[in-house]
Each structure stands twice: as C-alpha cells, then as structure tokens.
C-alpha cells in the first residue's frame, strides 16, 4: 500500500511555488522585487518552517549555472541565476530565474525538501493532483514519469494564477534516501511544452547527489 503520510505534507506546501517577478529581473536589478505566491486555503495550517535564505545568499539560488541545495546540485540554463532583491520564497531550499526574460514573467525553479519521507511515484500521482487544485490549479495533468539520477520521480502539470499572473508549472515529485524533493519549474503560460521540456529536462538529467 503506498504511503500517505509524506504526500498529505506536499499538498500543503505546494502553494510555495515562486511565481515569479513583477517584469524581468534584469530590468531593474537595483529595486527590490517581491515574490509572489499561489493562494492556498491549506495556508492556515501548513506546519511553521524556517525562513529560506534571501537570494543573495550563496546557499540558495546558483553559482556558473549551477543550484546548489541540501544534498543535492543540478545545471540550469544560461542566463539563470539568483535574482538581486528577491528573496527565495519561504521553505523553499534553492531557486532560480532566468535573469534576461523580458516578457514580464521571470521563469524558475525552486526546490522544496522534505524531510517527511520518500513518496512513491504511484502516490503522488494518486493524491497530488487533488493538493493542486485546492490551490486554485488548472488543467492539471499527470504526465510521464522522469528519471533524475537514479530515482523515478511523478511528473505533474499545471495551470496557475498568482496576483493575476497566470502561468504554468511542471512539478516533479523525486525520492531520494528518506527525502522527497519537490522541484518545480514555473513559466510563462505562452510557453509551449516542448519548450518548456527543454529547460527541465537537461536539469534533471544532470541532477546530482552530494
């Protein structure tokens, strides 16, 4: 029987998606920007976290195209890194945006880890999708399974809207020694999905343990 215990955890902090900035982080790279996050009425009772470290600091965010987090490290694309004045949302373990996006949406990645054990693919893919549309997610949609360095992770797909900003997220749900890692890649909504699994894909497949 798979277990429930860690995905009911990952319902509740799925609303810590970084939904982006207000126009492109390297617009202004001198005024502060503030991080907007998915509504959630599981809001109330999600458990109290440590505040994630702001995004200057060298724990979050990525160095020569890199993020580095707890335990682990993956490649992300030229021109992403760690937005100036921007700080990574709360109980996320690393971020990153793309600093040259121009058309008023900053796409990024952030990773929660939870500490609450390792989630089965077949669960996720059974009980998340019920946590994103309490927060107000559409068309969300099961897709194929990844692989990322070593481990099979779920692959979920997702519509959004934050302050009026829509866009769309590919979420992927990684186990790993106890731990599961919830990885989620955030875009513009115009962004097709073949280009959108250009940005993920070579993440993942460079994904390493450490």
């Known amino acids: 029987m798979p277990r429930t215990g860690p995905v009911l955890a990952l319902v509740v902090l799925a609303p810590l998606l970084l939904a982006g900035c207000s126009g492109s982080p390297a617009a202004s790279s001198s005024s502060s920007r503030a991080v907007s996050t998915a509504p959630s009425s599981a809001a109330a009772s999600q458990p109290a976290t440590t505040s994630a470290p702001s995004a200057s600091a060298s724990s979050s965010g990525s160095t ?3 993020v580095s987090g707890t335990g682990y490290r993956f490649p992300v694309p030229d021109g992403w890194g760690k937005p100036q004045g921007v700080d990574a949302p709360q109980g996320t373990d690393s971020f990153a ?5 121009a058309d008023g949406f900053a796409d ?6 939870l500490p609450t054990g390792a989630v089965t693919p077949q ?8 946590g994103l549309k309490q927060i107000g997610a559409t068309k969300v949609t099961v897709a194929d399974r990844e692989t990322v360095a070593g481990e099979t ?3 979920l797909s997702a ?3 934050s302050s009026g900003q829509k866009y769309r997220v590919d979420q992927f749900y990684v186990p790993h020694d106890g731990k599961t ?6 875009f513009s909504p115009g962004v097709s999905a073949s280009d959108r699994s250009a940005v993920y894909s070579p993440s993942l497949a460079g994904w390493a343990w450490s």
């Open 64 to 66: 020569d195209g890199v």
């Open 108 to 113: 990024n990645v952030n990773v929660i880890a």
């Open 123 to 130: 669960a996720a893919e059974e009980q998340a999708p019920a």
């Open 97 to 101: 945006a793309a600093l040259d996006d």
């Open 153 to 155: 992770a779920a692959h």
């Open 159 to 161: 519509s959004l809207t």
């Open 181 to 186: 890692y919830v990885v989620t890649f955030s």
